[in-house]
């Protein structure tokens, strides 16, 4: 207990740093921003802001990219109940009575219960994170190169296993980004792979750029393929506050969602949007009045919304502790941790107590920030809502550009944006999700490195990875999952929790 | 045999592709090694392997199972059109070569005819190749043509691609959005962009 409030000290010293306040609350902003855009999800959002944090240190660019992933999230609440837009697939389920509401004239109250849930979680899981981080870390600290494989087997297989729509296309996805991961020079024997004689490559396809193709260029022209329809209730936002029987209504509901939420993001695949739409199927069982739910009620805004902010805090604890990403958003993040020069994995936590503590105590502050700032600035998140999106892309487009070019200063990375993101167009059409494909894309020379060690170790015996005792559970694990989502009665429900959102 | 999910088809065939060009490529330029001491090929063929193998059961898949939802392909162009596309760049590359331009001339050009024959001859994919070629365009123009020429490629092509192009909205909003870049990007961040094309400068 006395270690947990040392080290969180050290960490709000860290974060509350007027330097480091300011970079948290630019990139609240900054998500918000671009959050409420409709058709960009927080993977596209920090995949184009990441750019912008290669010149600061470490511990800001980490505390700006989570304040813009908490940003991107809230801002996609947003639009979910204002506009019936999910601003990405977790705030879906928020669609169904968070838009309702607003038709009621009480968008108000839905955005306010939204943040204050969301807040709630957050603060409960930034208090789980640091008390369940150091176990963690320390188990993590044993494992060898056969633990690693396997676990990362296991957080590849339980993504797929979570993604939406169909499993094997998913695992072709997860081998296709493995395959894209491992372009470029080989560590161990300095081979140019699948380089084809051009030299940009031999430093690997930056995941920036494909993370940029696939999730932001692909994004906008699927938008612009499809025609404009948005009615805003822009006038309706008024009352603000939730009244008495609002609260009354939800808080069994936010602590459940947070409860839910905070353990979905801990598996791997799971984040924020398994949490969201766990945590309002879940409220529609334990409801007395499930009828109520998809024409309005607060429970079912305020359930997703805090399991989907617990979740997403929680997803953190895997990449701090094992420095394996559990979606694409810590993909993400571990990206911009190996930019920085730091080798994401358990020896974070002891060699920079406060790059680590700070993180986590700046998730707190970035809960914080987005209640405070967004509520009063929901007006104007609204009036950007209403700007067409013919003026968007272009802009859009433009801070993606400099953003891609700015990494090195050549037209070829922009080139390789361009051949993904048609690649994405492509991947969308063919009902292949892009996720599981740049969990891959980041690992892939991980899983590599690891088999040859472990390899390595065993003198070529493959059953290493199945007599090593935390290695053979990762396995065992995976196998399990495997068979139970192909069972045909498992796969149908598993395809009902998706249809839900229509 | 008739194909019941055209989208599962075709993933299926683009896994088996990609798979078999990742595994016969890694076997015929890398070593193998073996399983103690793995070689650079190791890795990628097995990966490649396990690729096709999954793509054939999508593609069983797709031509046995009975496929839930719409499962008819709704994409703007063929495979035909990709492999022109292709060509194009290819022809205009060796082209560049012989006459001792830069490749990236032949990038720049064969990005701008594709554009067009796409606006020409297909229209509905008009969205994605147009954003595509706007992008591309601006990382080719940003050397020779400095930031504001290359934004103003950027800005307009994209623009066109959407629904509807009106030139004074679009105008207005490049010299906001060139403006911005100037500003925060350039004067603020302090990147080394070149702000206008070489020949002035």
Redesign the interface.
């Given at each position: 207990m006395e270690q947990i409030l040392h080290n969180l000290v050290i960490g709000f010293g860290v974060a509350v740093t007027p330097i480091h306040l300011l970079y948290a609350l630019i990139g609240c902003l900054l998500g918000t921003l671009i959050g409420v855009l409709p058709g960009i999800g927080p993977v596209a959002t920090i995949a184009m802001l990441l750019p912008i944090t290669f010149n600061l240190s470490p511990v800001a660019a980490l505390i700006m990219l989570a304040g813009i992933y908490y940003g991107a999230q809230y801002g996609g609440s947003t639009t979910a109940i204002l506009v019936n837009i999910p601003g990405e697939s977790s705030s879906v389920v928020t669609c169904l009575d968070g838009y309702q509401m607003a038709r009621q004239g009480r968008a108000g109250p839905a955005l306010a219960v939204a943040a204050l849930g969301s807040f709630f979680a957050g603060c409960v899981a930034t208090l789980l994170i640091a008390v369940a981080a150091p176990p963690l870390a320390e188990v993590a600290l044993k494992f060898g190169p056969a633990e690693y494989f396997s676990l990362m087997v296991f957080g590849l297989i339980a993504a797929t296993v979570l993604a939406h729509g169909s499993l094997i296309k998913a695992i072709a996805m997860v081998v296709w980004g493995l395959l894209f991961g491992l372009v470029g020079t080989d560590v161990n024997s300095g081979v140019l792979r699948f380089t084809f004689g051009v030299p940009e490559l031999s430093d690997g396809i930056g995941f920036v750029i494909v993370a940029m193709g696939m999730f932001g260029t692909a994004e906008i022209v699927a938008n612009i393929e499809m025609k404009e329809h948005r009615e805003i209730f822009t006038s309706k936002v008024k009352n603000l506050w939730p009244t008495k029987d609002d609260f009354k209504n939800c808080w069994a509901s936010v602590l459940r969602g947070t409860a839910l939420g905070s353990c979905l993001g801990i598996l791997p695949g799971g984040g924020a949007l398994l949490a969201s739409f766990g945590a309002y199927s879940l409220e529609k069982k334990v409801s007395k009045h499930p009828e109520k739910f998809g024409k309005g009620a607060i429970e079912g805004v305020a359930a997703p919304e805090s399991a989907n902010n617990a979740g997403a805090q929680t997803s953190f604890i895997p990449m701090l502790t094992l420095g394996i990403p559990s979606n694409a958003v810590m993909a993400l993040m571990i990206g911009a941790l190996m930019i920085q020069g730091i080798a994401p994995g358990p020896q974070v936590m002891n060699e920079k107590p406060e790059l680590f503590w700070g993180l986590i105590a700046s998730m707190w502050v970035g809960n914080l920030m987005l209640v405070v700032l967004n509520l009063p600035l929901i007006g104007m998140w609204v009036k950007l809502l209403t700007v067409p999106y013919r003026y968007l892309y272009p802009s859009i487009l433009v801070f993606m550009a400099i953003g891609v070019y700015s990494l090195s200063n050549n037209p070829f990375d922009v080139l390789i944006m361009g051949v993904f993101g048609v690649l994405g167009y492509i991947c969308a059409k063919l009902e292949c999700e892009p996720a599981p494909m740049i969990l891959g894309f980041i690992l892939g020379p991980l899983m590599e490195e690891n088999l040859r060690r472990a390899m390595l170790l065993s003198r070529g015996d493959p059953t290493v990875f199945f007599t090593k005792p935390i290695s053979a559970g990762f396995m065992i694990a995976s196998i399990i999952l495997l068979v139970i989502v192909a069972l045909p009665a498992i796969r149908k429900k598993r395809e009902e929790v998706f249809v839900e959102e229509g | 045999m008739k194909i019941k999910s055209q989208?599962?088809f075709?993933?299926g065939l683009?896994?088996i592709g990609?798979?078999l060009f990742?595994m016969v490529?890694?076997i015929t330029h890398?070593?193998m090694g073996?399983?103690?001491?793995?070689?650079?090929a190791y890795?990628?063929a097995v990966?490649?392997g396990?690729?096709g193998v999954?793509?054939v059961?999508?593609l069983a898949?797709s031509v046995m199972m009975e496929p839930?939802g719409d499962k008819t392909?709704?994409?703007p162009f063929n495979i035909i059109d990709i492999l022109i596309a292709v060509a194009i760049y290819v022809a205009l590359g060796f082209g560049a070569h012989l006459i001792g331009f830069s490749a990236?001339w032949a990038?720049i050009i064969g990005t701008l005819i594709i554009a067009v024959l796409t606006i020409m001859y297909r229209p509905n994919a008009k969205?994605?190749v147009l954003?595509?070629?706007?992008?591309?365009a601006?990382?080719?123009l940003?050397?020779p043509l400095g930031l504001v020429l290359a934004?103003a490629a950027?800005?307009f092509i994209?623009?066109f691609?959407?629904?509807?192009f009106k030139w004074r909205?679009?105008s207005v909003?490049y010299i906001i959005?060139i403006v911005f870049?100037v500003l925060v990007?350039v004067k603020g961040?302090t990147?080394?962009?070149p702000l206008w094309p070489e020949y002035f400068s």
């Open positions: - | 989208k599962d075709w993933s683009m896994f990609s798979g990742f490529w890694a890398y070593q073996t399983a103690v001491r793995m070689g650079p890795f990628p990966l490649g396990l690729l999954l793509g059961f999508i898949e839930e392909l709704a994409i990236d990038i969205g994605l954003i595509t070629a706007a992008t591309v601006y990382g080719y940003m050397k934004t950027l800005v994209s623009a691609g959407g629904h509807e909205e679009v909003l959005l870049s990007f961040l990147l080394p962009f």
